[in-house]
Antibody
């Protein structure tokens, strides 16, 4: 079964750092494009970042310089390192398998909640 | 940067009725890169339609997508109780890669 499970969310103070993980099963992370998408409480979906199978990485403008997407092929796991966190980064963070042929996010995890607050 | 606008914001309908949701882009987009997702409360989004009109795996045929250029439509032919949810359209731009979502349309029970 194709599945994604995110972990690593929690309560963090403004200015702090957090690393989210996304463990994949049923497919190989390194052979796919993989994305992070977030959703602030009561709001819509916002794309955060994508990593290509070749390793290239891209970010939404508001996340550039603060967030880093990466993967560990040996663990079949995707990561999102988040630094200099702000209250407005409070959201549910989803990882998703990304199909470049149609630019779609076809498999999603259940999400992990990040709360930035003092 | 392409902006997606969805209308209406909320659609109040009864089970069995037809739902027509609109997604309008600020400039022309390739139909190949226009998708629709469904999200229920407390759940992750689910891919419904890709390439503007192709149903994703396991999606019932009461869901259909159409459109081109700047205007796209998601139609639910006969609403089932499980269809009451929020629907998002999404566009992909490749250079540089950018995934843009619309603000969503909530379909709720009248």
């Amino acid at each position: 079964e194709v599945q994604l499970v995110e972990t690593g969310g929690g309560l963090i103070q403004p200015g702090g750092s957090l690393r989210l993980s996304c463990a994949a099963s049923g497919f190989t992370v390194s052979s796919n494009y993989m994305s992070w998408v977030r959703q602030a409480p009561g709001k819509g979906l916002e794309w955060v970042s994508v990593i290509y199978s070749g390793g290239s990485t891209y970010y939404a403008d508001s996340m550039k310089g603060r967030f880093t997407i990466s993967r560990d092929d040996s663990k079949n796991t995707l990561y999102l390192q988040m630094n200099s966190l702000r209250a407005e980064d409070t959201a549910v963070y989803y990882c998703a398998r990304t199909r470049y042929s149609y630019g779609i996010l076809d498999v999603w995890g259940k999400g992990t909640t990040v709360t930035v607050s003092s | 940067e392409i902006v997606l606008t969805q209308s209406p914001g909320t659609l109040s309908l009864s089970p069995g009725e037809r739902a027509t949701l609109s997604c309008r882009a600020s400039q022309s987009v390739s139909s190949t890169y226009l998708a629709w997702y469904q999200q229920k409360p407390g759940q992750a989004p689910r891919l419904l339609i890709y390439g503007a009109s192709n149903r994703a795996t396991g999606i019932p045929d009461r869901f259909s997508g159409s459109g081109s250029g700047t205007d796209f439509t998601l139609t639910i032919s006969r609403l089932e109780p499980e269809d009451f949810a929020v629907y998002y359209c999404q566009q992909y731009g490749s250079s540089p890669p950018l995934f843009t979502f619309g603000p969503g349309t909530k379909v709720d029970i009248k």
